[in-house]
């Protein structure tokens, strides 16, 4: 019988880009540079801070056996102190997250016609880098799979010094200048009076703010999306978000949008499902991100480029500056540049996940910003931030977030500096140091761009900054129905928990109102409105900011873009089912041999397959073959799983079919549009589920039926139900299943 635990997996790690001939490799991959930080316990003594050898820390010094503790005792007293100075300030925003390390490997040197950033066009290096994955509202112990953004933050150790890519899941965001930044943020955490809702929008003050601020609609609509709960971190896309500059070796200028591609697949949960797992495995996603590494299975991402002449800036019908709109790649297609492959947990989460700053500000020769009024504000603010939350200015220090190559420069002092300068001259120019360190190069270091700046000084929003819906409806459009009518679902469950009548009108009407009529219809009948009353009123949205139904989300060369199909996470499934969790339900008695099929056939797929029965240790075929239990009904729910495979054996089944546990992951798994497989009498299981028998085949099948990812089989027919249980399993998700 396979097992698990036991399963060969192809070996790991090996990177395998079509142009990964990584012989010179002057950068060491897989983050080796921090191995010098590295502690490590085996063969060591117990010592204070200073060094001294600490024979005893179980008892405090007391003056007499039942005495009070002494001051003297130094060891005690240092002991606590370390501990009452554990937590720094969580990040305001961000607070939540998880992270690993890997390198990148450009796929091809003819970028160098775009920008002279060498890691990008550079096939022979290996460039390390550290991911940060987040959450944006929650606290730190907040629960994984709230519905909520998420951040996709990259720090590439370059060999010219270190480029962040702080990105999201979602490739727009709320507002057009970061002025509104702290609003936005205020309105979104818990409310200040009562400190709650954690790690939820779905509350009177976030939509209050939405429904007064209409450029938030199309990051809104993304929010509601499938997007908002993805199934995992690994299979997420990532955004630069904003428009960002490349420069070639001549100083010429490109526009370019960054994207990040999971090779995996995108792919989400069900809201339902999201809240179940709040409270099943509050870590859903962190521990699936370390189970995948540490198990072998690195997750990849290729780095892909939207690259824009800047001439055309404004030729899409939309502003590139502006933070809320996205380049549909219909127009602009994104190139694939090379391949992220995240390979190490982290060793100490405080060390490297809680440390690890990210600056908007970092960024290497070959890249530049632009005048993106979000990114211009983040500039300052990711700096700004550190020096809280680290203690001061010298975070760059901190193994996690120092460069590859050294640093050099006359900046000094501050709290917590690691490095002893040495000599007088601490300035530049001098004269007593003999002028050194001289500056670099200009062909190895950063030199702005050169670009015209004009303009009388204002507080002011550019008119091309003036259409809120367009590219909402753009988004709306390009939804699969499936995908539409949660974006509905989520809306009517955000909006039935603001208690104000007022907002939630406001939100209908100025909000989703100039998205779709329909979309605002089913909402409102949903959340106690008369829509019928609502639709005759004047439209407030955006106190006359906005734009009327009906305008196209992007153009170009008098091509109109109404829907993207690659914004449709229905079309972005890929086709690997790696990875994915199954759950095979068995007691004493199930068909051996027949389920030893099945199992082989999702292993050989890269598929996990997982054993949950009434509690852990072995359970018999009636071969007698055995498997070993990973989970209990108490441990273990459907929602933490991505397929459920009932095998026969009328032992087991009899005995599945008098544990409610047991029909309920079952049922579960079919309501959340799961792939479910059975042979033999682990059918029956599936009926007493309530599955309807319309999509359950014959008992006597040789050949399994399929229907609806409702896949089932004699046991003579194991064979065939491997494949289409694979297929199944392939899709995610079967919307076409009938729910009552
Ligand atoms: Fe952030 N953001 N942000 N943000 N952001 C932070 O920086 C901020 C914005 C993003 O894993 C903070 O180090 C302002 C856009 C990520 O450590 C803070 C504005 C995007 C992370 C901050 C924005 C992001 C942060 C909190 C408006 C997507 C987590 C802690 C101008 C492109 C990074 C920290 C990590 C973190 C400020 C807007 C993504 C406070 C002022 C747009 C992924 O500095």
């Not at 039942?66 to 720094?88: A, N, V, Y």
């Amino acid at each position: 019988m396979a097992n698990p635990k036991n399963s060969k997996k192809p070996t790991k790690g090996a990177v395998s880009s079509k142009n990964a001939v990584s012989s010179k490799k002057t950068v060491p991959s897989k983050n080796e540079a921090l191995e010098m930080f590295r502690e490590r316990p085996e063969g060591t003594h117990m010592t204070t801070d200073q060094g001294v050898g600490i024979t005893h820390t179980d008892d405090s010094q007391k003056a007499g056996p039942r005495g009070p503790s002494l001051l003297q005792d130094h060891h005690l007293r240092e002991k606590l102190t370390r501990f009452d100075h554990e937590r720094i300030p969580e990040r305001v925003v961000h607070a939540r997250g998880t992270g690993a390390h890997g390198h990148f490997i450009a796929y091809d040197d003819t970028l160098a016609e775009f920008t002279s950033a060498a890691f990008l066009t550079d096939t022979t290096r290996s460039t390390p880098v550290f991911v940060r994955f987040s959450t944006v509202a929650g606290s730190r112990g907040s629960a994984d799979t709230v519905r909520d953004v998420r951040g996709f933050a990259t720090k590439f150790y370059t060999e010219e010094g270190n480029f962040d890519l702080v990105g999201n899941n979602i490739p727009v965001f709320f507002i057009q200048d970061g002025i509104k930044f702290p609003d936005l943020i205020h309105a979104v955490k818990p409310e200040p009076d009562r400190d709650i809702p954690q790690g939820a929008s779905a509350h009177d003050s976030f939509w209050d703010f939405i429904s007064l601020q209409p450029e938030t609609t199309h990051m809104v609509m993304w929010a509601m999306s499938d997007r908002a709960i993805p199934r995992s971190y690994r299979m997420m896309e990532g955004f630069g978000v904003h428009t960002f500059r490349l420069v070639n070796a001549k100083g010429e200028r490109k526009l370019v949008k960054f994207h990040w591609k999971p090779l995996l697949g995108v792919h989400s949960l069900v809201w339902d499902e999201s809240q179940a797992i709040m409270g099943a495995d509050p870590d859903f996603h962190r521990r699936d991100l370390w189970d995948a590494i540490d198990s072998g299975e690195f997750p990849e991402w290729e780095l892909g480029l939207q690259i824009i002449d800047e001439e055309d800036e404004l030729a899409f019908g939309f502003d590139l500056l502006d933070a809320t709109k996205l380049l549909p790649e219909e127009i602009v297609p994104v190139h694939r540049v090379g391949k992220m492959t995240l390979d190490r947990n982290p060793d100490n989460h405080f060390a490297e996940v809680e440390q690890v700053a990210f600056c908007v500000g970092n960024i290497v020769p070959g890249i530049d910003f632009s005048n993106d009024p979000m990114m211009q504000a983040r500039l300052f603010s990711y700096v700004d931030t550190q020096l809280t939350r680290l203690g001061g200015p010298n975070f760059n220090q901190l193994p996690i977030n120092r460069p590859r190559f050294p640093v050099h420069n006359h900046q000094q002092d501050g709290f917590s500096q690691q490095r002893i300068p040495t000599g007088k001259a601490n300035y530049h120019p001098n004269s007593i140091g003999g002028g050194q360190p001289e500056l670099s190069p200009a062909d190895a270091g950063y030199v702005p761009t050169p670009q015209p700046v004009e303009g009388q000084i204002n507080r002011e929003r550019s008119p091309t900054f003036a259409d809120h819906f367009s590219q909402a409806r753009l988004f709306y459009n390009s939804l699969a129905k499936f995908e539409r009518d949660h974006v509905v679902d989520a809306l009517r469950f955000e909006l039935g928990k603001v208690m104000r009548r007022e907002i939630r009108e406001r939100v209908v009407l100025s909000n989703l109102k100039p998205v779709d009529g329909e979309l605002a219809r089913l909402v409102a009948s949903a959340v106690g409105l008369d829509w019928d009353e609502l639709e005759g009123r004047a439209d407030t949205a955006g106190g006359g900011r906005t734009n009327k139904e009906g305008v196209a989300g992007a153009s170009y060369r008098g091509k109109v873009f109404t829907s993207s199909p690659a914004l449709s996470q229905a079309n972005l499934g890929g086709d690997s089912i790696r990875t994915r969790r199954i759950a095979v339900l068995v007691a004493d008695g199930f068909a051996g041999s027949e389920l030893a099929t099945v199992v082989d056939a999702l292993e050989a797929q890269g598929a996990v397959v997982e054993f949950v029965s009434t509690e852990l240790g072995q359970r018999e075929a009636t071969d007698g073959s055995t498997v070993e239990i990973q989970h209990s009904f108490l441990t273990a729910k459907s929602v933490l799983f991505d397929a459920v495979l009932v095998p026969g054996g009328a032992r087991s089944v009899r005995a599945l079919d008098g544990i409610d546990a047991a029909v309920t992951f079952v049922a579960d798994a079919f309501r959340h549009h799961k792939p479910i497989a059975a042979f033999g009498e682990g059918v029956g299981l599936l009926s007493a589920a309530g599955i309807p028998s319309a999509l359950m085949g014959d008992k006597g099948d040789s050949t399994a039926k399929s229907n609806a990812g409702v896949v089932t089989s004699a046991a003579s027919g194991v064979a065939s139900l491997s494949d289409a249980f694979v297929e199944s399993i392939r899709a995610h998700r079967h919307w076409e299943r009938p729910l009552k």
